[in-house]
């Protein structure tokens, strides 16, 4: 069954959820509990759920290695020349990085550009702080970064939806 990129990475979410589920069951099950002078079965539940977790673990590889594939496989041409393109893989590298330094520019984009009492210090004298560069550079800058993160996540979200992946099995958990 052809499955996207999109629906591979919801996928894995799915089968993370059940392997909790699974542990916790065999967990549960790793132990009978019965009082003195009671008679008791032993059951080959914790192998069954073992059993299980195996090919949902199995299942998460195999759909993790297909999906990294294709993200060195796959081009996109996020700035706007086929010169210009970038491997999925990459994209996904820049817009994290994008993200953090938007991060950072914000934090600085809000720092006081004019001095600002902050405290009195020992001698009873007054402290005070200034922003040491261009606030408004880093407002401008944080805008761009935005645009450029959410221009580049759009493009991931676009290839993400359009790109498919063949899972033999993926026709269990997606009607």
């Known amino acids: ?32 509990v019965f009082q003195k002078g009671e008679s008791y079965t032993l059951t080959d539940d914790v192998d069954k759920l073992s059993d299980e977790l195996d090919v949902l673990y199995d299942r998460v590889r195999e759909l993790k290695v297909k999906i990294g594939q294709k993200n060195v496989e796959t081009k996109l041409d996020i700035f706007g020349g086929e010169l210009d393109s970038i491997t999925l893989a990459e994209a996904l590298v820049l817009v994290q990085q994008i993200r953090n330094e938007l991060e950072t ?5 809000q720092k006081n550009p004019n001095p ?25 800058l944080a805008s761009e970064l935005r645009k450029r993160a959410n221009r580049i996540s759009t493009e991931i979200d676009r290839v993400n939806h359009n790109t498919m992946i063949d899972v033999s099995w993926a026709d269990e958990y997606i009607a």
Do not use: H, P, T, W
């Open 116 to 140: 600002q009492l902050q405290r009195a210090i020992y001698g009873g004298e007054s402290c005070y702080s200034v922003a040491n560069f261009d606030v408004n550079k880093y407002k401008r």
């Open 1 to 32: 069954m052809q499955i996207s990129l999109a629906q591979g990475i919801q996928l894995i979410s799915q089968l993370n959820s059940e392997i909790q589920a699974k542990r916790i069951q065999r967990r549960d099950a790793s132990e009978i």
């Open 105 to 109: 520019c914000e934090y600085l984009a």
